[in-house]
């Protein structure tokens, strides 16, 4: 089952059927929402918030919702930015195990497109041509040769 958040909107709305005296549940029944998420709502207008207090609090506690931003030792930092610049790749760094680093081949990498570490030092730059558009340029040249 998906849940669905209160919408600016819909706090107004719940606001105003507060503020015509209307009961909890009528309200939820027009809305189609829950009775306890209104119930929660009009608690809050009960207390002399509003529905834009509400909305931003509830803005409050979503900014601290997600993964929080990795933050490396310094002796990791220094043992990766050692070995890339002795021309091991980030997938090396982490599969062979010499040391513990505290994050994986996948973070390594998008630490590395984040400019947290510098990419050009990286041994393998850009991406290798697909099979397919090699062969068509062969057959370009020797096209033109047979032509002139």
């Not at 043992?79 to 996948?106: A, H």
């Not at 393998?124 to 047979?146: C, Y």
Request: aromatic residues 8%; proline residues 4%; positive net charge.
């Amino acid at each position: 089952m998906t849940y669905k958040h209160l919408t600016i909107d819909e706090l107004t709305m719940i606001e105003s059927y507060y503020l015509q005296h209307n009961k909890p549940v009528e309200i939820a029944n027009r809305m189609g929402r829950a009775i306890q998420t209104i119930y929660n709502v009009v608690n809050k207008f009960k207390q002399g918030k509003t529905a834009l207090d509400y909305w931003h609090q509830y803005k409050e506690n979503k900014k601290k919702c997600g993964r929080k931003v990795i933050q490396l030792p310094a002796h990791e930092v220094d043992y990766i930015k050692e070995k890339v610049t002795l021309g091991w790749t980030p997938d090396v760094i982490i599969g062979r195990k010499e040391r513990p680093v505290s994050c994986g081949m996948r973070t390594l990498y998008r630490l590395f497109s984040k400019g947290i570490f510098d990419i050009d030092t990286l041994p393998m730059k850009g991406k290798r041509k697909p099979v397919l558009l090699r062969s068509l340029k062969i057959k370009r040249v020797l096209s033109e040769l047979q032509i002139s």
